[in-house]
């Protein structure tokens, strides 16, 4: 069955990087795009960002665009989002999604001094 | 950006009652809409994608309408297991937004 695992979440002081990811199993893992969604403590879903099945196409929410960037590694089964200069408001549960039809379990990202 | 809004933002019903969501899009999205459910500590769950095409699995009781602008996540008969926080997502265009979500309570 399909199965998406984030890894990678902790705490990190505003402005600095991290790097999420999220392995992917259980498909066809080069067909399909995958998305990144985010959700703030006790707030709403956010959509953050995709990548295409080939890693040719790739878009951003306005809120991380130019400090986040989402890239795949098929030979791994790989998605990943590196994320810059982070902000307090980035602070949120980070899942990956195949086609966001099938999700991932999330992880948290702290961001705080 | 495309703007969601949902309406209402939160309500209480019954076991049984007929709940009605409804989510606006600020400009028009053809029928490229979706609802999720999410339950407290969860990922979200697909329910409808296309505005009204229910998603393998999903109960009968819920069913979607709508294009262009309007749309409407239906819940024919309310069972226990559906008090959640349900949202819509237009994938007309990037970014993909969703709206602010609705939860659904126990009255």
């Known amino acids: 069955q399909v199965q998406l695992v984030e890894s990678g979440g902790g705490v990190v002081q505003p402005g600095r990087s991290l790097r999420v990811s999220c392995a992917a199993s259980g498909f066809s893992f080069s067909s399909y795009g995958i998305h990144w969604v985010r959700q703030a403590p006790a707030k709403g879903l956010e959509w953050v960002a995709l990548i295409s099945y080939d890693g040719s196409d790739k878009y951003y929410a306005d809120s991380v665009k130019g400090r986040f960037t989402i890239s795949r590694d098929n030979s791994k089964n790989t998605v990943y989002l590196q994320m810059n200069s982070l902000r307090p408001e980035d602070t949120a549960v980070y899942y990956c999604?195949?086609?966001?039809?099938?999700w991932g379990q999330g992880t948290l990202v702290t961001v705080s001094s | 950006a495309i703007l969601m809004t949902q309406s209402p933002s939160s309500l209480s019903a019954s076991v049984g009652d007929r709940v009605t969501i409804t989510c606006r899009a600020s400009q028009g999205i053809r029928n490229d809409l979706g609802w999720y459910q999410q339950k407290p500590g969860k990922a979200p769950e697909f329910l409808i994608h296309?505005?009204?095409t229910l998603q393998s699995g999903v109960p009968s009781r819920f069913s979607g309408s709508g294009s262009g602008t309007d749309f409407t996540l239906t819940i024919s008969s309310l069972q226990p297991e559906d008090f959640a926080t349900y949202y819509c997502?237009?994938?007309?265009?990037?970014?993909?937004?969703f709206g602010q979500g609705t939860k659904v309570e126990i009255k």
């Open positions: 997502l237009q994938d007309y265009d990037y970014p993909w937004t």
């Open positions: 296309a505005a009204s």
């Open positions: 999604a195949k086609s966001l039809v099938d």
